[in-house]
């Protein structure tokens, strides 16, 4: 009888393990696993995986072969999924105030973006808090670079360049920005973009160097100009009640992973957009600086784009605008 009760124990143990060990962390990515966003999430699994031996088994569905970039927010936020990777924009329109990083010409220097991001940091905190909101928060932050444009047959210089041209955007703020130079912003997501440009749905690309590279746009694009008008942030989110339900001991150690994930994407981005735009050269592709005279003309045609964001989102906006010393209007 005893021996029966020992035998009991270790198969209920063992049946306990296994349940332990099937606690799954889907996460959806609209990036190939090749992209630096893919390897980060990789290394995030295997510190996941390591720190909690296995009680958290992380799959990871890339290439938007779950759900679009823009499906992210409610996917996870419904609990359809337990986490995604998605743009920071998408979800600007449960609240505005994300699209901070898309002001023109805002976040123009590497430290001006890391302080924005730090952990702490006004800025961070409150789009944290109103993403919180939807039923999804932040675990960790994904850096993705600066925004450029892209084009066939020649470079997009100035605004006189971009009038009459229809030009792919991955958010709101950023369409107002192209509207503001005279051009027609069209909606696409990031999976969407080489048929796009392939068929001619825009003429003028928007992305970040590191997509070019990762999806070889060079196949279906020629010129990469420079302009870096805008800093995109991706952001690694999970469900509110998968959170809720994890052990305080699991969360510390997904908390922990994901602090790893994090300052390794960040750290890394500079090399990984030299090696980006190394790689675009390599395939052909002709890479345009901005003059001065260009950058100004470009920055000169911005005020509406900020105008705008302070109309959508009132005061958490301009407190947003005034800790980075853009006040506004």
Request: glycine share 10%.
């Amino acid at each position: 009888m005893f021996r029966n009760a020992i035998l009991g124990a270790v198969a209920l143990s063992a049946v306990s393990g296994a349940a332990i060990a099937q606690e799954k962390m889907r996460i959806s990515l609209q990036l190939p696993l090749t992209s630096h966003l893919g390897e980060n999430l990789v290394l995030f699994e295997k510190e996941v995986e390591e720190r909690t031996g296995g009680a958290i088994d992380v799959e990871i569905y890339d290439s938007a072969t779950l759900y679009k970039d823009k499906e992210v927010p409610a996917a996870v936020g419904s609990g359809a999924i337990e986490a995604g990777v998605a743009s920071l924009t998408r979800y600007v329109g449960d609240a505005p105030v994300v699209d901070v990083f898309y002001m023109p010409f805002l976040f123009n220097t590497e430290d001006k973006v890391r302080a924005a991001v730090a952990e702490g940091s006004p800025v961070r905190a409150v789009l944290e808090e109103e993403i919180a909101k939807t039923g999804g928060q932040v675990l960790y932050w994904q850096a993705y670079g600066g925004a450029i444009l892209l084009s066939q047959g020649g470079p997009i210089r100035t605004p006189e360049d971009m009038k009459g041209k229809k030009a792919r955007v991955f958010g709101k703020t950023l369409g107002d920005f192209v509207t503001a130079a005279g051009g027609a912003p069209t909606l696409i997501s990031g999976s969407e973009q080489y048929l796009a440009y392939q068929r001619g749905t825009v003429d003028v690309g928007m992305t970040g160097i590191s997509g070019v590279k990762s999806r070889k746009l060079w196949e279906v694009m020629d010129t990469i100009t420079k302009t870096n008008h805008a800093n995109i942030e991706f952001v690694v989110v999970v469900n509110n009640d998968w959170w809720d339900g994890l052990s305080p001991e699991l969360q510390g150690h997904i908390k922990a992973a994901a602090q790893v994930a994090q300052d390794d994407v960040r750290d890394r981005m500079s090399g990984i957009e030299a090696a980006a735009y190394k790689a675009a050269e390599e395939n052909g592709m002709t890479i345009v600086d901005l003059s001065d005279a260009e950058l100004a003309a470009w920055q000169e045609v911005a005020q509406p784009v900020y105008d705008s964001y302070l109309e959508a989102t009132g005061e958490a906006g301009q407190k947003i605008l005034d800790s980075l010393g853009a006040g506004g209007s």
